[in-house]
């Protein structure tokens, strides 16, 4: 059983159009990410949620929209899709948004969004 | 802003140890040392974290200097699949992982 998975893992789509990326965990986490890698290959973490509330917000265009109906699950919705929205995203979990407990975060295997 | 530095890439030869510095210089004293690893096309993947102490787990050894401001990666019998970009970084509170640029590790045979 994959820990974190994420649909779809290959989207590609034209400009304008809204899309969802879904992330599921089963290692019973309270807190889930969102990472974006871009062309340049540097992962960047996007959004946090612990127990289905926002804990980080980057400085994220208002076009993406983190959902996350329970635990197990963080969706990212895209709105009106640009061409610098193509990159790798990754879904992510751990146990404790707390850094001084040694906590370790456990990635998907990324989803490829290219927009045309 | 990473504030970890790492050599852009190293070479091993497979089956002897692939040693990975990375310097820290300004860590605080509650941030932690992680190590990720990510092998092409795939998601992060955890390696070994430590605070002051060396850790050893069945993945690697970290070893840390004592004024916490340098560590080692240890993968002792480095083989083809360990081939991946290494990541150290510095825990920040709030679980807010940075990824710097990392090192590139080519195992060869």
């Known amino acids: 059983d994959t820990a974190v998975s994420q649909t779809p893992k290959y989207l590609v789509t034209q400009m304008g159009n809204d899309k969802s990326i879904k992330c599921e965990q089963n290692?019973?986490?309270?807190?889930m990410y969102w990472y974006k890698q871009d062309s340049k290959k540097f992962l960047k973490i996007m959004f946090s949620y612990n127990n289905k509330e926002l804990i980080i917000n980057e400085t994220v265009p208002n076009r993406f929209s983190p959902k996350s109906p329970d635990k197990a699950h963080l969706n990212l919705h895209i709105n009106s899709l640009e061409l610098g929205d193509s990159a790798v995203y990754f879904c992510?979990?751990?146990?404790?948004?707390?850094?001084?407990?040694?906590?370790?975060?456990?990635f998907g295997e990324g989803s490829w969004l290219t927009v045309v | 802003d990473a504030k970890t530095t790492q050599p852009p890439s190293m070479d091993c030869a497979e089956g002897r140890a692939a040693n990975l510095p990375c310097n820290h210089s300004?860590?605080?004293?509650?941030?932690?040392v992680y190590w990720y690893r990510q092998i092409h096309s795939q998601g992060p993947q955890y390696i070994i974290h430590g605070l002051k102490n060396n850790e050893t787990n069945e993945m690697a050894s970290l070893i840390i200097t004592e004024d916490r401001k340098s560590s080692t990666l240890i993968l002792p019998h480095a083989t083809l699949r360990d081939t991946a970009v290494y990541y150290c970084?510095?825990?920040?509170?709030?679980?807010?992982?940075?990824f710097g640029a990392g090192t590139i590790l080519r195992v060869k045979s």
């Open positions: 290692l019973g986490h309270d807190t």
């Open positions: 300004t860590i605080s004293g509650n941030e932690y």
């Open positions: 970084i510095r825990l920040k509170y709030g679980n807010k992982l940075v």
């Open positions: 992510a979990s751990s146990q404790l948004p707390d850094s001084s407990s040694g906590n370790t975060i456990y």
